[in-house]
């Protein structure tokens, strides 16, 4: 199907509409810290970003994207918490929409197209960063990673969205950053844009095949206006 067909957008936030690398660095930090365990820099943090909270954590306590068997599930957990905490505590110290963002969805909205997010970030913090950000008004429904029991690269948050929005899969794209945003919008039969400026753990994005890649925003923007 032609792009310009699509009228239901679905967007992934962290690396596709917001840079919060920063602000998850300096909470995952002040929470190793915390735990007397080694701290890293924001951009090796940058990798680890993309599964969700729980996933971060387990990455820094291992110092690696690769989770260690060795990790105490105990101490996981009490990790999580400090976590929370720390980033609830400060969500948009240097977080920022990247370039163009809020001026296309503005346009986007405006143009008639219905608006969505699908992230793996705890649901309760997508509302405030959203609204601290200057967009918090343009979502129609807002599904965070613990939102229901699967997230993304499984299809249940995107189905999920069909149901709640009542549209078909031939209506919508998922856009996003991440390798987990293009598997679970094949998963669900959805097709997909692959923005080449976010996280994705350091690989192509364009590896994993998606229907549509764009290197900004406004790319996106010029190729969905009809």
Known sequence: MNIQQKNVLLFDLDGTLVDSAPDLALALNKTLRQLKQTEYSQQTIRHWVGNGAKTLVERGLS???????????????????????HYQDGLCIESTLYDDVKEGLLILKSSGFRLAIITNKPAVFIQPILSALGIGGLFEILIGGDTLTERKPHPAPLNYALEQLKVTAEQCLMIGDSKNDILAAKAANIDSVGLTYGYNYGEDIATYQPQWCFDTFNELLAALQR
């Open 63 to 85: 110092g690696s994207a690769n989770i260690s068997e060795q990790l105490e599930p105990a101490l996981v957990n009490d990790a999580l918490g400090i976590f929370l905490q």
